[in-house]
């Protein structure tokens, strides 16, 4: 079994701060991409940010320049710092991950259980 666990997130002000972070156990294998995603009331889930197994990133253009995305590859974590917040950043925010289990040669995509993020002054 494969769990991703998140922690992190709450309520800021516009202008502040937050780190999540997202460990994942179980069974592991090996894990390829991880990322965060989010989902404000009445949109779609959309990407954050990646990370591959070799540090390479991508974010969305929205969050270039505040958000950084970092992963521990021994401690299988991975973490994001949200600088500058803005209250359109406020959304439930999950982790993702591709993990290859010790049982399996596919890899499967497991997600976090989500986190609300609120700005607001």
């Known amino acids: 079994q494969v769990q991703l666990v998140q922690s992190g997130g709450g309520l800021v002000q516009p202008g502040g701060s937050l780190r999540l972070s997202c460990a994942a156990s179980g069974n592991i294998f090996s894990i390829n991409s991880m990322g965060w995603y989010r989902q404000a009331p009445g949109k779609q889930r959309e990407l954050v940010a990646t990370i591959t197994s070799g540090g390479s990133t991508n974010y969305a253009d929205s969050v270039k320049g505040r958000f950084t995305i970092s992963r521990d590859n021994a401690k299988n974590t991975v973490d994001l710092q949200m600088n500058s917040l803005k209250p359109e950043d406020t959304a439930v925010y999950y982790c993702?991950?591709?993990?290859?289990?010790?049982?399996?040669?596919?890899?499967?995509?497991?997600w976090g259980q989500g986190t609300q993020v609120t700005v607001s002054s």
């Open positions: 993702k991950a591709h993990i290859i289990r010790t049982d399996a040669t596919a890899t499967f995509q497991y």
